[in-house]
């Protein structure tokens, strides 16, 4: 499989949770860094239950301020505390969380035995919120009733892997491996030139992963997911409801299909189901019309996106 | 089984919840009126997988603000009014509580349909919070690290049961049926004395219910719980860890079986187990070892008090 890109879902409720489904929670794990994406209550008990381990996840993002996608939060900071954690937390978040929580922290009396450190992101335009050697977040600006956005998670372009036979055998400078490793070709210290894909194995395509959680059908939304490999889309209506869509700022099945069939992802999840439907096939059927590359985002469910290379030099 | 007065465990596990466990919840109906008492993380779930229908609750009390008692209150409130609740409920809390959830509901945009009544409790001093036809309930002072009180349910004297037959063959007038059911002699009208036994069944005994959640072990708290049908008292260690339950203000199994035996209970409910215990049994031995009528407050279980019937008058 190579360097892991996965993402478990926790939650796939919309507003009230069911005895079955719980609210809106998702871990994304890209090369062994663990992002919680929304944190819907009951999340820290599907953790638990997914066997992920509380600790190893450092970022939170919190797409809005609906209670399904964010009342895990203070439960889990909590546990996070009492289990002993120190390292730092960073929270990704719209206007008010942090207040949300500072009172109840107050009333609490409790002072965390680890940081907390707060991001505060724009609802009025895209912004690039976190990056690292690895990769690099960038929100969504989504339609809802209040302010919410998405979060696009892409990997930075990768090196090319260099073959240490091949590079031997065609005797690279050392000094040509920074060369290599972006993708141009290798001199020689005699001024030949050595092909990029003579000594390397080429590099494996950067992977992308978007969560788009409560919106409106929007075309706005279709651009700023063109493409990427995995496109989690809120649909919790069928389109019989279109009406009730619009009202409460939802999307329907038919339409979240068409949104992924418009951007010209790979593949398409479906998640937030309105607690009216107790069994999911006919939003899963309904979504297949418009792309037929769709999944139920389920409960305990890990979607992988492997590895793939290429030896082609241009990203 | 006659009117019913019971005890439904929605919440068992302390400060962090296990895959199995969740926190403090319980429901109590007495005479069909349903009490929901603390609202940890995840009671609505809870609320679902017992079949109990959200809208019957009128009444939520709720003994401190750690997070374990009262973070799943503002996703049932949502709920609640997602599912289209127009009646009010009434919340007895301590102080903080209405400011915490007054804020989640500006920062959602939420303007409930149903009017909440706030009834914030006293820390201070023991007081009737809640009081109808049928119990009243009245506040326990615990002693934790931040203000926290249990709450005890107490039937109010049943009146007598008349026996219609009875009464017809005894001619008992009918201005004499208010003292009869008050348990007095009925006055025939040419003087005649007739005994209360004689045209009525008796009454049911007035049956009680204490809750204390969180607490150090704490005589006073003894004086509060005398002689209740049933005590349910947290019981987070075992005995072997009494430095860590003082450090931490809560009770040892088998400071909670003292409780009940010099507190005189009928029955002990133990619960608020830390997650350190995946077994119970050796929880309810500890406690057994004080007080032999204890059972473990475990997900799912009903506790019920039948009512039991005296023929004497005095109460």
Redesign the interface.
């Known amino acids: 499989m190579g360097t892991p890109f996965e993402l478990t879902i926790l939650g796939s409720s919309s507003?009230?949770?069911?005895?079955k489904r719980?609210?809106t929670a998702q871990l994304l794990n890209v090369a062994e860094r663990f992002f919680l994406i929304d944190c819907g209550?009951?999340t820290?008990?599907q953790l638990?239950?997914n066997h992920i381990r509380f600790q190893r996840i450092n970022h939170i993002f919190i797409s809005h301020?609906?209670?399904?996608h964010y009342?895990?939060l203070?439960?889990l900071l909590?546990?996070l505390h009492?289990?002993g954690r120190k390292n730092p937390l960073h929270i990704y978040h719209p206007?008010?969380?942090k207040?949300?929580i500072d009172?109840?922290l107050?009333?609490?009396?409790t002072v965390l035995n680890y940081p907390i450190h707060w991001h505060e992101h724009r609802i009025d335009k895209q912004e690039i919120i976190y990056e690292d050697d690895w990769l690099k977040v960038q929100t969504i600006l989504l339609n809802h009733?209040?302010p919410c956005c998405g979060f696009l998670f892409r990997e930075k372009p990768r090196p090319f892997s260099i073959d240490k036979e091949k590079v031997l055998i065609h005797q690279v400078p050392v000094s040509q491996m920074n060369a290599l490793k972006n993708g141009e070709d290798a001199v020689a210290d005699d001024g030949t030139v050595i092909p990029n894909e003579a000594v390397t194995r080429g590099r494996a395509i950067s992977r992308s992963y978007a969560f788009c959680s409560d919106t409106r059908y929007d075309e706005r939304v279709i651009a700023q997911v063109k493409g990427v490999d995995l496109l989690y889309h809120e649909a919790t209506f069928m389109h019989n409801l279109l009406e009730r869509a619009k009202v409460t700022h939802h999307t329907t099945a038919l339409e979240a299909g068409r949104v992924a069939r418009l951007a010209g992802v790979k593949q398409l999840l479906i998640g937030h189901f309105s607690v009216r439907y107790r069994e999911l096939d006919e939003l899963l059927n309904e979504a297949r019309q418009e792309f037929a590359q769709t999944a139920l985002a389920e409960e305990g469910i890990t979607f992988q996106i492997p590895e793939q290379w290429i030896v082609q030099k241009t990203i």
Do not use: C, K, V
Not at 15 to 19: E, G, L, N, V
């Open positions: 507003a009230t949770p069911t005895s719980f609210p209550e009951g820290q008990i638990r239950r301020l609906h209670g399904d009342l895990g203070m439960g909590s546990s009492l289990l206007p008010g969380l207040m949300i009172i109840q107050e009333f609490s009396g009733r209040i």
